[in-house]
Structure formats: structure tokens, C-alpha cells
């Protein structure tokens, strides 16, 4: 069967071509060509490096020849990729250079292309451009998770010896790293509550502070950080301020319009939105995030194409989406406050949030995830659990999928209830992530296991 080539240069048009149509391109008419059908398996011709072999001229090849399997179909001009709808996956570990002189233009910045599968990708770039338009920040740098992104930021960003402001409610493996990692290159922690500006303002006197880092909200009670007030405080003191907006999205809040420096993503959650990646991105500042990249090469946390692609064709619906997490979220919270075998919800579109004004003045919306208190013990919430029939049991959340948890047991099973106390780990508390699902469905849901208790 003949290959079919649609090249737009010229130079890699095969001679004695048949012209398909012509296509406006660059203000050029340019012949699309098809190759012509070798006559037999002795006679396929190979195009190479612009030099093509003719019939007793050159090198002839059959057809299970093991460089025509290499290169045949290709060293003559690709197929055009520009007018696809979606963007391609690139799958290259490596990229190439015509000659020595376009190399160099590469490495002085005078040619723009890709030189190795760590240092940057196509598809990859293109899934950094949209979070970047969508955070309005200055660049976007994707990784393989979003605890990489935490930990390549953390490491590329507080130098040995340096000094970190971050909150209480986070996530455990966050706390973890800067607990038990950060401390071996002499790196110290001010952990404050969330709402604690006065204690920020003491850590920033005390300390050379090279960076704040909290969540907004929080995970799992969904506190809020005041973001234009903590910038005011830190960037007079030369702190980076960087906010992990994964629970709120760009669709809700804009960090880097209130001040951060930098926001922080999951992007396996909301962004990606499907349950089926893993993936981390930090925006912001241009000047940091070359910083972080530059410990990205090196370290090597790299998202594989495949997921950035599943990443950007996600990031395609995130509005739509974050539009049925927030009101499905919203509801439940109403209807779960005022519901007698729950003491206590916590999510900052309610009225009885601590932070719930806060929350009215710099989100838009308060998203999917919201966590409450049963009237109940550690396996009698566990029994409103298994009695809840159209969530998953699951870790995680931001999917279309409706996920509930049970802190206590998914995430803090190894800990003792002393340490579970000391962190405000609750045995009663769950964690309830709503998907896209029909609203109604999801509280009938809830209230018959609530009902079985």
C-alpha cells in the first residue's frame, strides 16, 4: 500500500510524485504528494538525508529491509499535524537537528524546538501553555504527580539552612516532607494555623523566610488562607508565597491575581478531572519556575505525553465541570448541616465556616470536596460508609466520580490516636467528594445510609 505523505516542505517532496490537491500554506501554494507505488518488493526506493537513490543508482532496498523499516515513510517529510482538532501526542524521547548550525541557534535561544524527552515536550508544552492562560501566570511547568511539583518546588526554591512558613491543615505527605526531609539540609518550619497573620508576621521577624506554602482550601476541614494579606506580609521579606489551589481550581480562584508569586495543582484531581492520571503543575512567576525546572531536569519527575495529553483534553471541560462539583458540594453541605446525626460540616460556602467571609471575597465558587463530623464513632461512621451505595471508597477526589472517605482509615491508619489528636484527625470525620452525578441522586444517597445508622 502506498505511504501517504502531506509535507508543507519543499525540500522533502520526493521526485516524480503525484500531486494530491494544493494547500494554502505561509502565503505558499504547496503540493500535497503522494509517493508512487514501487513496481515490486525489489524495487522500493528510499529517500535519504535529501539524497534520493534512483532504479541502478543507488542503494536498492526489499521490502523487509532493516533500514527502510527505520526509515521509510519518514526521512522524506512527516505527515502535517497543524490542522488536527486535538493536539497530537508526542511520543519522542528525543528530538533532532538538521546540522550544527541550527543546534546552536537552539542553544542560544535563536531556534525554538526540543532537544531531549526531560527537558520538554510538544504536547507537554502545549498542556503548560492553557494552565498558564487559565492561573494568569507567566509560565507552567508539569510533572509526574503533584507531591513532585511540591517537593521540586520545596527543594529548588528554600535553600540549606533556610526557613519555610507553612499551616497545620494539609496533606499528610506534604507534612511528612517537610517534617522529616526538608530537616536533613537544616531547613525549619514555622506550622501555623491557618488564620494565625499574627504568627506569620512573628515568623517573618524571626526568620529569614524563603517561602510560604499552604494550601487554600485545605485538606480535608477546607480552611482558607487570606492570599492578598499573607502576600502584603511576605514580599516586602523576600518570601515566595505559593498556594496549592487543587481543591479550588483556577475556576474558583485566582491566586496569582491576589498576590501569590506562585499556585500548586494536582492536577490528577479537577484539572485532569477523570479518575485516569497522575499529574502536578506549578504556575507563576517566570523567574521561579525556570528556578524549579532546573531541578526538574535533574531530579527527572517527567509526565509521560500520554498523560499530558489526558491532562489538556480534560483542562477542555474544567469549567463545566467545576460548575456541577460546586453546586452538587453546595447542596450537600446545606442539607447535611441541619441533619441530626451530623454534627458538624465543614465546607467555606457555608455560613458557620470560620472562613466562610474570606471565602466570599476572594472565590468564585467553593468546589466539590466538603468533610463533616458524624454523631458517631470510629466504625459507626465507618458503617454510614459501606452504606452509601453510589460513592466509591476511595482516596483522592476532582474525578466525575463521586468519592468518599474515612480519614482515620484510608490515610492515617498507621498513626496512633495520640498523633491522629495532635493533627486533628478525627475517627467521625468523612471526607466526601461529589462528582457530576445528578444532585438528587447523590443526597438520596446519603440520607439512606445516614438513615441506617
Known amino acids: 500500500m502506498a505511504a501517504l505523505s502531506q509535507t508543507v516542505l519543499k525540500s522533502h517532496v520526493t521526485k516524480g510524485a503525484v500531486p494530491l490537491s494544493n494547500k494554502s500554506f505561509s502565503g505558499e501554494k504547496v503540493a500535497l504528494q503522494r509517493r508512487p507505488r514501487a513496481k515490486s518488493v525489489g524495487q522500493f526506493k528510499c529517500t535519504m538525508e535529501g539524497v534520493e537513490y534512483a532504479k541502478g543508482t543507488g542503494p536498492m532496498f526489499d521490502a523487509n529491509n532493516s533500514t527502510v523499516s527505520v526509515h521509510g515513510g519518514e526521512r522524506s517529510g512527516r505527515p502535517r499535524v ?3 482538532i486535538t493536539t497530537p501526542i508526542v511520543c519522542s524521547s528525543t528530538y533532532t537537528f538538521e546540522n550544527t548550525q541550527q543546534l546552536i541557534d537552539f542553544q542560544e535561544g535563536n531556534y525554538g524546538s526540543f532537544e531531549y524527552g526531560r527537558y520538554g515536550n510538544p504536547t507537554t ?22 507531591m513532585n511539583s511540591a517537593t521540586t518546588m520545596l527543594l529548588a526554591l528554600v535553600p540549606a539552612g533556610g526557613h519555610i512558613v507553612t499551616t497545620t491543615d494539609c496533606y499528610r505527605r506534604t507534612r511528612q516532607f517537610i517534617q522529616t526531609v526538608l530537616p536533613k539540609m537544616g531547613i525549619s518550619a514555622t506550622v501555623l494555623d491557618p488564620s494565625d497573620y499574627d504568627g506569620l508576621e512573628k515568623a517573618l521577624e524571626e526568620h529569614e523566610c524563603s ?19 499573607i ?95 460546586n453546586a452538587n458540594a453546595m447542596k450537600l453541605a446545606q442539607k447535611l448541616e441541619g441533619h441530626p446525626k451530623v454534627l458538624k460540616v465543614h465546607y467555606p460556602g457555608l455560613e458557620s465556616h470560620p472562613e466562610h467571609e474570606l471565602a466570599l471575597k476572594q472565590m468564585s465558587g467553593y468546589g466539590g470536596v466538603l468533610s463533616f463530623e458524624m454523631d458517631g464513632d470510629l466504625m459507626e461512621t465507618a458503617s454510614f460508609i459501606d452504606n452509601c451505595k453510589l460513592p466509591y471508597i476511595a482516596p483522592s477526589l476532582g474525578g466525575v466520580e ?52
Open 231 to 325: 502576600s502584603k506580609l511576605c514580599k516586602p521579606k523576600g518570601c515566595v508565597v505559593c498556594i496549592d489551589g487543587t481543591f479550588a481550581t483556577p475556576c474558583n480562584l485566582q491566586a496569582i491575581r491576589l498576590g501569590a508569586d506562585l499556585v500548586l495543582h494536582s492536577a490528577t484531581k479537577y484539572l485532569a478531572g477523570h479518575n485516569d492520571v497522575l499529574a502536578g503543575c506549578l504556575a507563576g512567576d517566570k523567574g521561579l519556575i525556570d528556578k524549579v525546572r532546573k531541578v526538574h531536569f535533574v531530579l527527572g519527575g517527567v509526565l509521560d505525553p500520554h498523560a499530558a495529553w489526558l491532562v489538556n483534553r480534560g483542562l477542555k471541560t474544567l469549567a463545566l465541570r467545576v460548575e456541577r462539583h
Open 125 to 146: 508544552r502545549t498542556c503548560e501553555e492553557k494552565i498558564s492562560a487559565l492561573e494568569g501566570a507567566e509560565d507552567c511547568l508539569l510533572s509526574a504527580s503533584g
Open 211 to 229: 517561602l510560604y506554602f499552604s494550601e487554600s482550601p485545605t485538606n480535608p476541614y477546607l480552611r482558607c488562607v487570606d492570599i492578598a494579606r
Open 82 to 84: 497543524s490542522d488536527t
Open 402 to 453: 463521586t468519592l468518599i472517605e474515612q480519614p482515620t482509615i484510608i490515610s492515617y491508619w498507621d498513626q496512633s490516636a495520640e498523633v491522629r489528636a495532635k493533627i486533628g484527625i478525627k475517627d467521625n470525620l468523612v471526607r466526601f467528594s461529589c462528582g457530576i452525578e445528578e444532585y438528587e441522586d447523590i443526597e438520596a444517597d446519603v440520607l439512606q445510609a445516614l438513615d441506617k445508622m
